[in-house]
C-alpha cells in the first residue's frame, strides 16, 4: 500500500483558529507548551473568530445557483448589520460552491457575486472556506482559488469543528 503524497504547497488550515497546520514532521517537534498554547486558542486571541465574538455563524455554500448564493451573501450582510463587530462569519464552500471563491470558476457565476463574497472578506473578516477534497476532484490546485479565502482538507470537517467551537450553522 503506497502513502498518499500530498500536492497542495500551501498548508491547511484549522476550521476554527485558522491557524495553518504543520506538517507531519514540524507537529511532531512541536514542544508541550506550544501545543498547550495553541490548545487554549492563544495563537489567534484579538482575531475577531473565536470565544471573544459573543455571536458566531458558519454558513455552508454548496451550489452554484446565483439565486441561491445571493440569498446566503444576503444573510452573511444581514448578520453583519445586525451585529457589528459582534459576530465571526465563515462561509465553507464545497461541491458546486466552490465556484464562488475560485479566481475562474468554472460555472456562471455573476461577477458581481464574486465581488460582494471578497468585500465581505476583505471589510467585514468574513472567512471564506474553501474545501480541499473538492479541489482535489476539480484538479485544482491552491492558486485556483481566490487569496481571501483559506483552504481546509475537508469542508463537512471544517463545519462540524466551527460547530464544536460554538458555531451557529446554517444550511439553505
Not at 475577531?48 to 451573501?73: C, R, S, T, W
Not at 460582494?116 to 492558486?143: D, H, S
Amino acid at each position: 500500500m503506497t502513502k498518499p503524497t500530498r500536492t497542495d504547497p500551501r498548508p491547511t488550515q484549522n476550521a476554527v483558529t485558522g491557524e495553518r497546520a504543520p506538517d507531519r514532521r514540524r507537529r511532531l517537534a512541536l514542544t508541550a507548551p506550544a501545543a498547550l498554547a495553541l490548545a487554549a486558542g492563544g495563537a489567534r486571541a484579538g482575531s475577531g473568530f473565536g470565544d471573544e465574538m459573543p455571536h458566531k455563524i458558519v454558513y455552508q455554500l454548496n451550489q452554484a445557483d446565483p439565486e441561491y448564493i445571493g440569498h446566503i451573501l444576503n444573510s452573511v450582510s444581514a448578520m453583519l448589520g445586525k451585529y457589528p463587530d459582534q459576530i465571526a462569519v465563515a462561509v465553507v464552500c464545497f461541491g458546486p460552491g466552490i465556484h464562488l471563491i475560485a479566481k475562474a470558476p468554472q460555472r456562471p457565476i455573476p461577477e458581481e457575486l464574486r465581488q460582494r463574497a471578497k468585500g465581505q472578506a476583505e471589510f467585514y473578516g468574513v472567512r471564506y472556506i474553501a474545501c480541499g477534497n473538492t479541489m482535489k476532484t476539480l484538479g485544482w490546485g491552491p492558486e485556483a482559488i481566490e487569496p481571501f479565502a483559506e483552504i481546509v482538507e475537508v469542508g463537512a470537517a471544517a463545519i462540524m469543528e466551527l460547530q464544536e467551537a460554538g458555531y451557529a450553522y446554517l444550511a439553505w
